[in-house]
């Protein structure tokens, strides 16, 4: 029987091995993957030719690749061939010494040349070094090549997120409703996908609104005052103000709070007076009037509770209610603040979507309603973190009370409230994005993908109705449906008597709409797909659901030449059409020599983002050892105050001196009294709701430094720099197949987090949808509301590809979003 995730943690001992740490695992040279790779493939070789297997006939003599392929360096390092028996070396190594340290030198057997290697003082001062090559006694200067088993492509590297960022001054310190339900994702896709977005009518029947306010100039409709009916609906108690500029403040104007919804126009329906109060009368008024002016979408932040009036009456508003659904608009409103008490009117009402409160610890706010009436929750807040918008400047004064705290910018008032009444307009603000996004959506279509993309948070229906409102998915299922295959072709040159390789291409999709991907692969001998049984297959792929397909080319007995093959995909759309598309394999073989190159991967897709150039961090002097505490973690103290809070925070909390370091490949961070990790080895993917709130995830993955005598250290490689460093840990016992991981979490006291990867595994199909290792890789800021996720890879969800062996890659403190 195969052991159990919680089986396999609790057989876990570290067994702190002492050994030296002076010889960089850089410079030493492994094989066993490349053998167990070798073995595979030559295995799998074996079964298909034969042992009588004759070399192919090759498809025409190849023409030698060209000299300008990419190549790779060594970050910081330069290549120095000094002039034989020249009497100015000493003078010219005296000058380099200005500028760099040398790390290396050779004089090649036969020969009295000297080869030096130098490390630059300055990685940026790489230009001013190489003109140094006219200096007498120096022959040449170039960069340090990478030097790489020639010819076999790398893998994709993984892609952080690239960031929407606000610049509204307290969104990132105040503004954790949007955050938590991934608004600036939903945005950051519109951005990415160049939507078109229509402008959206939204009614908001509440006390009026201040027309004055900065932040939402240019949003405003004259609106309607039921009240006094010859007078502009001005709010003259604040809630109606607040309530708008949840959804519609404008974002990015680099004052005050973004709302979530970019394109909308209000219509402020005024029917609520300075105390607060209001009529039901005036309230089905508003709902007939909002329905007749136009309103996509009608909100309601107010409440009458259930004992206060007959079933007569509240027939006459649920008609009222009928009306403006029967004229296209989604109404939605304010659970109640009954204290876990009752859904209150009118949310109770049907094609009313009624909007629980959370906390920003996704826990149900005390004073939210329950019941079976519930549709969906969203962040209304607690009394001691609330919702931060904008108020009136008629009312100051009336920001007052438990959990209300009065902020002022340039004259503009913004204030903190809790209530149901806030998370309602950040539903109204979401259906908004999706019907700009698409116009044609009714009612019934919105409120059921909004539903269908709840987040889970480990609540009852009864008390989150369907879950955490997530604008992110939301805007996913809109998405045009398309493919992405990459690396859309596996390209290598080799010489003859290569040995075999892997590459694993994923296919997935952005949209979280299902498409279908079948795919025949042509009968080739030197080529074979392991995770496919047969000639043929198909799968269903999704956001979070794409398909592997693992290839292994086995080149050792080909002649010379050019050999290509294909898996043709046939691709069925939502709307039954089918396209084609293939992923291509074509292998060189030739005599030539690649001087000091590579054949790259081919990406699929244009505009990729070259990858970053690998990076090592080296000590000076030797690491420090960390040695485990039963948990599984020890407390490092940090050389600087670390800040971990994400773009544009401005929070003394999110700055931390001490780094909790877990042998399952992450740190955590705590602002106060720290709480372990409950499973540490069960990787997820981000945003973690509960523990870790902070960390860093270099490799989230079932580890066991103890299995492999693997060392975990941590080291100080400059003052602006601090260095974790896994080296040789092995995977947990039963995790198949076994590995070992050598990597670096790198902290920059500016924020940034480096993460570089010496020798991971590499990425092979158990089947179409499963993909080993399971892994995790990014950062997680402020309890989740901040987040950059590169790769997620579980058993039932897969996001970006696993890292592969020197790669290194960099999240900058202003990519945590």
């Known amino acids: 029987m195969k052991p159990t995730r919680a089986m396999r943690l609790a057989k876990k001992r570290w067994r702190t091995t002492i050994r030296p740490l002076n010889e960089s695992p850089r410079v030493r040279f492994r094989l066993n993957r490349c053998v167990e790779i070798g073995v595979l493939a030559f295995v799998v070789w074996l079964a298909v030719f034969g042992s009588s297997a004759q070399p192919l006939q090759a498809q025409g003599q190849p023409e030698p690749p060209p000299d300008t392929l990419l190549a790779e360096a060594w970050p910081g390092e330069y290549i120095v061939v000094l002039e034989p028996g020249s009497n100015e070396v000493a003078a010219a190594q005296a000058q380099l010494a200005l500028a760099g340290e040398l790390i290396d030198q050779v004089t090649p057997c036969g020969s009295n040349t000297t080869l030096q ?107 309607f005052n039921y009240i006094i009916t010859t007078t502009a609906p001005i709010d003259d108690f604040g809630h109606g103000t607040h309530v708008t500029g949840i959804i519609a403040a404008i974002a990015n104007n680099g004052i005050g709070v973004a709302g979530g919804a970019p394109n909308i126009e209000i219509d402020p329906l005024k029917m609520l007076g300075s105390n607060g109060g209001g009529t039901v009368t005036n309230l089905i008024r508003a709902i007939c ?126 204030c ?87 590459q694993t291409v994923i296919i997935d999709t952005p949209a979280l709409t299902p498409l279908n991907v079948s795919g025949v692969i042509s ?92 990076e090592w961090e080296e000590p000076d002097g030797a690491p420090t050892v960390l040695s485990l505490e039963s948990g599984g973690y020890v407390t490092v103290s940090l050389p600087f105050a670390f800040p971990l809070s994400g773009v544009g925070a401005i929070d003394a909390a999110a700055t931390y001196t001490q780094a909790h370091v877990y042998e399952d490949g992450f740190l955590a961070f705590a602002s106060g009294p720290f709480l372990p990790v409950a499973e540490p080895s069960q990787n997820r993917c981000l945003p973690v709701l509960d523990q870790p709130g902070q960390a860093i995830f270099g490799w989230w993955a079932d580890l066991d430094p103890g299995l492999s005598g693997g060392v975990i250290s941590a080291f100080q490689p400059a003052p602006d720099r601090f260095v974790i460093q896994y080296e040789d840990v092995a995977s947990a016992a039963g995790t198949e197949p076994p590995y070992t991981v050598t990597f670096q979490i790198v902290l920059h006291s500016n924020g940034n987090i480096g993460l570089n990867y010496l020798e991971v595994p590499d990425a092979v199909a158990q089947d179409l949808g499963e993909l080993t290792p399971e892994v995790t890789v990014g950062v997680q800021a402020r309890n989740g509301l901040f987040y950059n996720q590169a790769t997620c890879i579980t058993l039932s969800e897969g996001y970006g590809r696993p890292p592969h062996s020197q790669t290194s890659i960099l999240i900058a403190r202003e990519d945590v979003y």
């Open 117 to 223: 290697i130098w490390r630059l003082y300055n990685p940026d001062a790489g230009p001013a070094f190489q003109a140094l090559a006219d200096t007498p006694g120096i022959a040449s200067i170039e960069p340090n090549w990478v030097v790489r088993a020639a010819g076999i492509p790398a893998p994709p590297p993984p892609a952080p997120e690239r960031p929407y960022t606000f610049n509204d001054t307290f969104y990132a310190s105040h503004q954790w409703p949007l955050q938590r339900s991934s608004f600036a994702r939903a945005w950051q896709l519109i951005q990415e996908r160049n939507l078109p977005l229509q402008k959206v009518r939204i009614a908001v029947i509440d006390s009026g609104v201040d027309f004055s306010h900065p932040d939402l100039a240019g949003r405003l409709l004259p609106g």
């Open 289 to 414: 009037d909002a329905a007749d002016r136009g309103a996509a979408i009608i909100n309601m932040s107010l409440e009458i509770p259930t004992g206060a009036i007959t079933l007569p009456t509240a027939n006459t508003i649920q008609e009222a209610v009928d009306y403006a659904y029967a004229r296209g608009s989604l109404l939605v409103a304010a659970a109640g603040n009954s204290n876990g008490g009752p859904v209150y009117y009118p949310a109770r009402l049907n094609h009313v979507v009624a909007v629980a409160a959370l906390t920003p610890e996704n826990t149900r706010a005390s004073y939210s309603a329950a019941g079976t009436q519930l549709d969906i929750a969203a962040g209304g807040g607690s009394f001691a973190r609330s919702v931060l918008s904008t108020w009136s400047a008629l009312v100051p004064g009336k920001c007052t009370g438990t959990g209300r705290v009065l902020l002022n910018e340039g004259g503009a008032y913004y």
């Open 523 to 614: 009968p080739t001998p030197w080529l074979q797909v392991v995770n496919v049984a047969g000639s043929s297959f198909s799968a269903d792929i999704s956001y979070g659901a794409p398909l592997y397909l693992t290839f292994v080319v086995s080149p050792t007995h080909l002649i010379t030449g050019t050999y290509s093959s294909a898996v043709e995909l046939a691709i069925t759309y939502p709307d039954s059409s089918v396209r084609s598309d293939a992923v291509s394999v074509t292998v060189s073989i030739g005599d030539w020599v690649t001087h000091r190159t590579y054949v790259p991967l081919m990406l699929g897709g244009a505009g990729q983002t070259p990858p970053r150039a690998f």
């Open 416 to 502: 903190t409230e809790p209530g149901t009444s806030m998370a309602a307009p950040l539903v109204s603000a979401a259906a908004a994005l999706l019907k700009s996004i698409r116009p044609a959506l009714t009612a019934d279509a919105i409120e059921a993908i909004l539903k269908q993309t709840a987040r889970d948070v480990g609540l009852p229906q009864s008390e989150v109705g369907a879950g955490l409102l997530d604008a992110e998915a939301a805007v996913r299922r809109l998405l045009a449906s398309e493919v992405r295959i990459s690396p859309r072709r596996i390209d290598a040159t080799l010489p003859p008597g290569a040995l075999p390789f892997t």
